[in-house]
């Protein structure tokens, strides 16, 4: 049974309520039925709760929410660590100077404000977050992200309190809250000006995943290779007479993709390269991407362009999808990659779970979306079984407002 509350203690209480309902909250008028309405402002909660509050965000995301909120909030809460970009000084192929490695986090931003319309379009944004102080912004309610559209005079001022932030798959721990998160990243070579340079990829040397690493910069016609605890660029043995097309890592590997669709796989170490051998494809042109789903699956999407007489017949463009099977060391077509989406394009290869993008707003499960191309329109792949291939299906068009630095889509329902 609960103790009876004393005349002080329920003053103290109702004194404590009053407070923090005057500091949170402001008076305003509904014209349509004279009435006062209070509507929350959440700036104006006593400091000594935020605190409270910033010990309790376990989600990286509700941390970005919260400091969009305002300038208090922003200067409580600080920036999540596992959101940065660390970065690395790496010496140039030729010792003569310095390119910074950086590891860059990746996430998709939906807008909450297409949701609350019932619009017949979805907005989506695939990039990075971009830590903001936003002294420049003159609202008080500063965003947390600076998303930069080309084209533009001024950078886009995102705000996350307005957005939907969906991972892209990959794990990682964070050190601070032991807390296993899904998070995206890719690393960039910036200021790298190696000759037909075309990509970087990264792998600690240790399974823990800290001390020293193995950086594998890709220039298209040779793979240079430098160890952390060296810090030297050395030429990687020639693995295709074909020019690398991509590079990612997969459960530890490096696995190499080349133009005439030769697959290799590396340990960090590498003192054990495996080929994996693609199904062949007769009379017909092909382009390739490896897509890894986080640790779970690694995927080879093709296009295949089959050939009309002397020319190729893109019109009847198809993929064919195919998923590593580890331990057979071989390639499986499959007509199904669950509640994925595929995202390819100029940022890269991406996976991210459709579950959460159920409600109707454009993007399907189990469908592949190409981001680059001639046009600023594109359609979505899906399997369809009558044809027993993937083909793009017309029911959902996506226009592509940006490439870089930020992919911008907007998908029709």
């Known amino acids: 049974m609960a103790e009876p509350t004393t005349g002080k203690e329920t003053s103290s209480v109702m004194s404590n309520s009053s407070l923090l309902s005057d500091s949170v909250s402001k008076m305003s008028l509904s014209p349509s039925e004279n009435t006062v309405v209070v509507v929350p402002d ?132 964070s050190p601070e809250t032991k807390l296993t998160l899904n998070i995206g990243h890719q690393y960039r070579m910036i200021g790298c000006d190696a000759k037909e340079y075309r990509g970087v990829a990264v792998l600690p040397l240790n399974k823990e995943g800290e001390g020293d690493f193995v950086v594998l910069l890709n220039c298209t016609s040779v793979l240079m290779v430098l160890r952390s605890n060296e810090m030297r660029w050395r030429r990687f043995q020639t693995l295709s007479t074909a020019t690398c097309d991509d590079l990612v890592t997969f459960r530890g590997r490096f696995y190499a993709l080349f133009v005439n669709g030769d697959v290799f796989g590396f340990d960090p170490h590498f003192l054990e390269l495996t080929p994996r051998v693609r199904l062949e494809l007769l009379n017909c042109g092909w382009s390739t991407s490896l897509v890894p789903s986080s640790d779970d699956e690694l995927f080879l999407v093709e296009q295949i362009i089959p050939h009309n007489g002397n020319a190729l017949d893109f019109a009847r463009l198809t993929l064919r999808v195919c998923r590593l099977d580890v331990e057979a060391g071989q390639w499986v077509v499959v007509k199904d990659i669950g509640d994925r989406v595929f995202i390819i394009g100029d940022l890269g290869t991406v996976s991210c779970s459709a579950k959460e993008l159920s409600d109707g707003c454009g993007v399907c499960v189990n469908s592949i979306l190409f981001t680059y191309g001639p046009g600023n329109v594109t359609y979505s792949y899906k399997y369809e079984d009558d044809l027993n291939c993937w083909r793009y299906s017309r029911e959902k068009r996506a226009t592509i407002l940006s490439r870089s630095p930020v992919v911008a889509l907007r998908v029709e329902r």
Not at 131 to 139: A, G, I
Request: charged share 20%; proline share 9%.
């Open 42 to 173: 959440w700036s104006f909660l006593p400091e000594e709760l935020l605190h409270v509050i910033s010990k309790n965000l376990e989600d990286c995301f509700d941390v970005v929410h919260a400091r969009a909120v305002c300038t208090l909030w922003r200067s409580i809460l600080p920036f999540p660590s596992y959101l940065s970009r660390p970065s690395y000084s790496l010496p140039t192929l030729d010792n003569k100077g310095f390119w910074s490695l950086e590891k860059i986090p990746l996430f998709l931003f939906r807008p909450r404000r297409a949701i609350a319309a019932e619009s017949t379009a979805s907005e989506y944004f695939l990039g990075e977050i971009v830590r903001d102080e936003s002294e420049e912004l003159p609202s008080p309610n500063q965003c947390s992200v600076k998303v930069e559209i080309p084209g533009s005079s001024d950078p886009r001022l995102m705000s996350m309190l307005d957005c939907q932030i969906f991972p892209l798959g990959l794990l990682f721990t």
